[in-house]
């Protein structure tokens, strides 16, 4: 049939089928998977995680729950609220944060997901800005205990609140790991990049307190300069560098 012999109603027709199929294509791409060890792969929504198991909403069906031990990966982007929390956090509401977070973990730890794993440590790292030191420390046992393969992060958060409660000897011994990795490269991937800056930060603190100026002024320096990944780190090094100079005329980094 030519196009000019066409019913006017076929470019309607047509263009209802293309809407209908960049519809489906998009609600398609917008599923989540999770990839089985036994190499199958399963799409819905992932709704959290009780139990030992993930929960999946099927499209079309209803929920079903998937051992976590069977499962080889999942393929997620990080829910809005996470990012809302984390900024949060950075700027201050640390109230807000821990709120927020807690409703996360709750939700979804245990997820084999990077983002879920920073948001078990973001919780430590929220209870500890709002004042509670023993909420901060239970969250980085729960984060150590939850994803055994984050210790760094947990060691960092531990590290952490030893600085804040002033058991600087009790730090440094958690930051090594850190530090020495740092050494080895000047372009960390994104998951360890943040981690480098507020473990310098740490330890030009831990320095700072023993009275060895110079060295902290090299650790502020690197957290400020080398691996500024974390912007609120990166700024209190660089004023504590500031800080450092200003009250020690000459002095230098080594």
């Given at each position: 049939?030519?196009?000019?012999?066409?019913?006017?109603?076929?470019p309607r027709r047509l263009f209802f089928v293309l809407t209908a199929?960049?519809?489906?294509?998009?609600?398609?791409?917008a599923q989540d998977a999770v990839v089985m060890k036994a190499g199958?792969?399963?799409?819905?929504?992932?709704?959290?995680?009780?139990?030992?198991?993930?929960?999946?909403?099927?499209?079309?069906?209803?929920?079903?729950?998937?051992?976590?031990?069977?499962?080889?990966?999942?393929?997620?982007?990080?829910?809005?609220?996470?990012?809302?929390?984390?900024?949060?956090?950075?700027?201050?509401?640390?109230?807000?944060?821990?709120?927020?977070?807690?409703?996360?973990?709750?939700?979804?730890?245990?997820?084999?997901?990077?983002?879920?794993?920073?948001?078990?440590?973001?919780?430590?790292?929220?209870?500890?800005?709002?004042?509670?030191?023993?909420?901060?420390?239970?969250?980085?046992?729960?984060?150590?205990?939850?994803?055994?393969?984050?210790?760094?992060?947990?060691?960092?958060?531990?590290?952490?609140?030893?600085?804040?409660?002033?058991?600087?000897?009790?730090?440094?011994?958690?930051?090594?790991?850190?530090?020495?990795?740092?050494?080895?490269?000047?372009?960390?991937?994104?998951?360890?990049?943040?981690?480098?800056?507020?473990?310098?930060?740490?330890?030009?603190?831990?320095?700072?307190?023993?009275?060895?100026?110079?060295?902290?002024?090299?650790?502020?320096?690197?957290?400020?300069?080398?691996?500024?990944?974390?912007?609120?780190?990166?700024e209190d090094a660089q004023k504590r560098a500031d800080a450092l100079?200003?009250?020690?005329?000459?002095?230098?980094?080594?």
């Amino acid at each position: 049939v030519s196009l000019m012999n066409a019913s006017p109603r076929a470019p309607r027709r047509l263009f209802f089928v293309l809407t209908a199929l960049t519809a489906a294509t998009l609600t398609a791409a917008a599923q989540d998977a999770v990839v089985m060890k036994a190499g199958v792969t399963r799409e819905g929504k992932i709704t959290g995680v009780s139990g030992g198991n993930l929960r999946l909403q099927v499209q079309g069906g209803g929920s079903t729950g998937i051992p976590l031990a069977e499962i080889r990966e999942i393929r997620m982007d990080a829910p809005p609220e996470f990012e809302a929390a984390a900024a949060r956090l950075a700027n201050g509401d640390a109230a807000g944060a821990v709120a927020a977070l807690q409703t996360i973990n709750d939700t979804y730890a245990g997820l084999p997901a990077p983002w879920a794993q920073r948001a078990a440590a973001l919780l430590g790292d929220a209870k500890l800005a709002a004042g509670d030191r023993e909420g901060a420390a239970a969250a980085y046992e729960k984060l150590s205990q939850t994803y055994p393969e984050a210790t760094a992060m947990a060691n960092l958060g531990r590290a952490r609140l030893a600085v804040e409660s002033g058991r600087y000897d009790q730090a440094s011994p958690l930051l090594e790991p850190l530090l020495a990795a740092s050494d080895q490269t000047a372009f960390p991937a994104p998951s360890e990049a943040v981690a480098l800056c507020q473990a310098h930060l740490l330890a030009g603190r831990v320095q700072e307190a023993a009275g060895d100026r110079q060295a902290a002024l090299a650790s502020y320096l690197k957290a400020s300069a080398l691996f500024p990944f974390d912007q609120n780190a990166a700024e209190d090094a660089q004023k504590r560098a500031d800080a450092l100079r200003a009250e020690h005329a000459g002095l230098i980094a080594p």
